[in-house]
């Protein structure tokens, strides 16, 4: 759901003027039209009211609240890549043990048999 900036702004109790300065500010990041109008998702809505939350009821001034986001961004950004490698690691692994596997196999099929009785002479040495 993508709405225009008057129901965005009536959805997350604000004046419309407050969107278009926090979009200067860079808090929220709504989408453009064709004609350059603010087109805001749910995202940006709950974002909007977590920016007036922190405002209000925390104290919080723009640029603190600017810095909030962009840190929970970078923690939400940082949380994926761990995803993304641990994911890797995993597929290493198992590709890893995969071959282990198929070594050994190789290994044992290569081996040949010995008997195991073996005749040992022994001469002194005069």
Do not use: F
């Amino acid at each position: 759901m993508n709405v225009v900036i008057s129901v965005a702004a009536e959805l997350a109790g604000m004046h419309p003027q407050t969107l278009r300065q926090y979009d200067r500010l860079g808090l929220v990041s709504p989408d453009r039209t064709g004609g350059g109008g603010r087109r805001y998702s749910e995202r940006d809505i709950e974002l909007l009211r977590e920016v007036q939350r922190l405002s209000h009821e925390e104290g919080v001034n723009l640029a603190g609240i600017k810095r909030i986001i962009d840190l929970e961004n970078q923690v939400a950004a940082l949380q994926q890549r761990v995803a993304e490698l641990s994911h890797a690691v995993d597929e290493h692994r198992t590709a890893a043990s995969l071959a282990r596997e198929h070594v050994v196999a190789s290994m044992r099929r290569d081996l040949v048999p010995m008997s195991t009785s073996a005749l040992v002479v022994w001469r002194r040495e005069s």
